[in-house]
């Protein structure tokens, strides 16, 4: 797909399934995203890929996490949250990891991270792989953090689940640009 048409037709896809991208896909995937825009360079980000029995490793973090903050959590409410983490085969968590400067603020690498994934997204449409980004307590929460290895001055701006696309996939709603953007 040429890059154009992948720039105006990607959409997200919650349901994938097994396989995970192959490793070619996944790498051309990632480059898309070290192409983002990034004042000073400063490469404000590093990235998880978690797969395989990692994913239960992740799936025991979010129960972890969702039985200190409610104790009584039933079972199958645990179940649930522990599925969220197994949704796809691959889970990329994308993190800031801002540095002080005197000229580019820490607001502007979080979004430069963010851009990366947006990138990684649009790339993976570009190339058939299923993806959706998504964040929620889980990116936030300590136990969570502390158990992927974010330390105090990183931020997890995103999860990307990527998987193969099981079933069909939502249809554009092309909106008119008009509706955006007016001359000034
Ligand atoms: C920063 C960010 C966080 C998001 N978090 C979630 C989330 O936790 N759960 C969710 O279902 N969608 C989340 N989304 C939205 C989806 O990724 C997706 O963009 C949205 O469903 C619209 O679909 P589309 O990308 O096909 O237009 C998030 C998007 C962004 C940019």
């Known amino acids: 797909m040429d890059a154009i048409t992948a720039l105006h037709t ?7 399934r097994a396989p995970g991208p192959d490793p070619l896909t996944l790498e051309q995937s990632i480059k898309a995203g070290l192409r983002t825009a990034d004042h000073g360079l400063l490469r404000p980000w590093r990235f998880l890929l978690i ?8 799936a025991n973090l979010f129960a972890d996490a969702s039985l200190a903050d409610t104790p009584d959590i039933s079972a ?5 949250i522990r599925s969220k983490a197994l949704r796809a085969p691959l889970v990329l968590v994308g993190i800031a990891c801002p540095r002080q400067h005197p000229k580019i603020p820490i607001t502007e690498q979080h979004l430069s991270t963010a851009g990366a994934l ?20 889980m ?3 300590p136990i969570v953090r502390h158990g992927l290895g974010v330390n105090e001055s990183e931020s997890i ?3 990307l689940y990527m998987g193969t696309i099981d079933g069909p ?3 554009l709603q092309e909106e008119p640009i008009n509706m955006f953007v007016q001359d000034w």
């Open 157 to 159: 701006i995103g999860y």
């Open 169 to 171: 996939v939502r249809q």
């Open 139 to 141: 990116a936030e929460h």
């Open 76 to 80: 199958s409410e645990l179940d649930s």
């Open 51 to 58: 797969r395989d029995k990692s994913l239960e490793k992740l």
């Open 118 to 137: 947006q990138n990684m997204l649009t790339a993976a449409h570009a190339l058939n792989v299923g993806a959706i980004w998504r964040t929620g307590p």
């Open 10 to 16: 990607r959409v997200s896809v919650s349901r994938v």
